[in-house]
């Protein structure tokens, strides 16, 4: 449990004329560095495609595969949005765990989530999950479950957007270091509000 919180924000909002400059000045650093990264890519690829690893259930199928991470033990979290329809209208789990051979091992999370976004494993093989919209009272939170499922934390209000404390606008990915800090990179450009990054420090734990 985090005992206690700084929260901070960097960033700014999620317009498309931010969003190209950012872009440009991205294209303009990969061209500076191209010359120092020039080997990396002229090595050979130690990594091959597995075709249709990731085996689902007989009658569903992927629908929206966002994020995916790998726990201590080798193996593969993913999310999937639910099959043919979003989330909210039907009960199909959107947290998937596979093993390193593509056998589904455990699903959870079903009528938690409007629109399951991003994905981290912690270094304690807890899963983190965000819901980056809102509806009927539900959605704009990060969870934090153990590897069975059980929920051990829930950051934001549910159903309620915002870009103060304990609100998020759209929370779309999270990544936890090694000291417990949370990163949570919030905002869309699809949805209304700024793009930012919050920062939950953890300066003690229990």
Known sequence: MIQ???RRRFGGDCNISNIARRSAF???LIVLLGSATKDAFTQTNPFRVVENLAKLPAGRTWRDPSAVS?????YIWMIDRCGEYP??????????????SGELLKSFGENMFVY??????DKDDNVWVTDGRGKDGKGF?????NSDGKVL?????????GDGPGTFTGPSAVVVSLKGDIFIADGH????????TVLLNASSRT
């Open 4 to 6: 206690k919180q700084e």
């Open 26 to 28: 991205f294209a303009l």
């Open 70 to 74: 790998i726990d201590c033990h080798g």
């Open 87 to 100: 989330c909210q209208v039907q009960d199909l789990p959107p947290i998937l765990k596979f093993s390193p």
């Open 116 to 121: 399951a976004h991003g994905l981290f494993v």
């Open 141 to 145: 939170q990060v969870f934090k479950f």
């Open 153 to 161: 934390m829930v950051l934001g209000k549910a159903g309620v957007p």
């Open 189 to 196: 450009k699809q949805l209304p509000g700024p793009c930012s």
